[in-house]
């Protein structure tokens, strides 16, 4: 018996069920879902990633502006990345406070 997979054209197996059509395959399906998600949470991330950035920056500004103190001239921000299962992985200078 042939698996599912080799029985159906390519064509059913990728398009949605239309009349006379069986549905997409359900790894299809969870793929498709799966890359909407990950564009999702790619658009939303660089979105956010300047806004964190300005609010670092910010906060960073109103620190200094209350310690006013003299033998600070340059900063540097640093990132450290933190994922489950993962080792840490820090970024040196990730980015800076010009604009």
């Given amino acids: 018996m042939k698996d599912r997979k080799e029985a159906l054209p390519r064509s ?3 398009a949605a069920p239309a009349a006379g059509r069986s549905a997409p395959l359900p790894e299809r399906q969870v793929a498709f ?3 909407l998600s990950a564009e999702s949470r790619a658009a939303a991330y660089l979105i956010a990633t300047d806004r964190q950035r300005a609010r670092i920056i910010a906060a960073a500004e109103a620190y200094l502006a209350r310690v ?4 600070i001239r340059d900063i540097r921000f640093d ?3 933190v994922a489950p299962g993962r080792i840490p992985l820090h970024i040196p200078a990730a980015f800076d406070a010009s604009r």
């Fill in 12 to 14: 059913q197996e990728i």
């Fill in 33 to 35: 879902r799966f890359g």
């Fill in 68 to 71: 006013a103190d003299e033998t």
């Fill in 79 to 81: 990132a450290v990345l």
